[in-house]
């Protein structure tokens, strides 16, 4: 298996640029979503999906659409990327992301995004 | 929304025992505790996960009291390789968000020689 799966490595975005992050997993797991890690800070959750055709909205989400048409896949969309946005974004994936069921969640290698 | 809170920082000598203790005090009837470790330029991995008492793999122990309000992450001898980030995490039980899970911030361990 190759787990969880991230395309590209790094990218560089001018301002009001938009672009998406490619996430698969080959795990056949329900449960996906995307954080992002800006520097020395803990992970956000950005957005989230408990399986195909349902997605919902993390910490935060402003800036970023989703959207989850097969259970292998879910691309981060930046719809006109700021400054801001410079990050680290992971995404990851689990058996089952519901409250009360044991899980673990499986992280991506991450996409290294500059804003200019 | 329940949150977690951990100390910021812990150093440690390599070849000590490093307990971290997270704070979780509106965690949901239902929902484990789980604890990640991450590296510089990696993504989070998955250490420890339990719900009650005590739990123990091959890297780590997890202690849980019984008002499960907070737990701790029990790192027997540690060595330099053990040098990370450590995140306690949670669920978030809303009727509307059932799937939602958040990191706090973390506690940087730093082990020397």
């Known amino acids: 298996n190759a787990g969880v799966t991230q395309t590209p490595k790094f990218q560089v975005l001018k301002t009001g640029q938009s672009m998406t992050l490619q996430c698969a997993q080959d795990?056949?797991?329900?449960?996906m979503s995307w954080y992002r890690q800006d520097p020395g800070m803990g992970l956000r959750l950005i957005h989230y999906s408990v399986g195909a055709g349902i997605t919902d909205q993390g910490e935060v989400p402003n800036g970023y659409n989703v959207s989850r048409s097969t259970t292998e896949d879910f691309p981060l969309r930046l719809l006109s990327a700021a400054p801001s946005q410079t990050s680290v974004y992971f995404c990851a994936s689990s058996r089952d992301g519901r409250i009360g069921v044991g899980y673990e969640q499986y992280f991506g290698p991450g996409t290294r995004l500059t804003v200019t | 929304l329940a949150k977690t809170t951990q100390p910021i920082s812990m150093d440690s000598y390599e070849g000590q025992e490093v307990n971290i203790t997270c704070s979780h005090n509106n965690i949901a009837t239902n929902d484990y505790i789980t604890w990640y470790q991450q590296f510089p330029s990696q993504g989070p991995r998955f250490i420890i996960q339990g719900y009650k008492t005590k739990v123990t793999n091959e890297v780590a122990s997890l202690f849980i009291p019984a008002d499960r309000k907070s737990s701790t992450l029990s790192l027997p001898r540690v060595s330099l390789s053990d040098t990370a980030v450590y995140y306690c995490l949670v669920g978030d039980r809303t009727e509307d968000s059932w799937g939602k899970l958040q990191f706090g911030a973390g506690t940087q361990v730093v082990v020397t020689p």
């Open positions: 795990m056949n797991h329900e449960y």
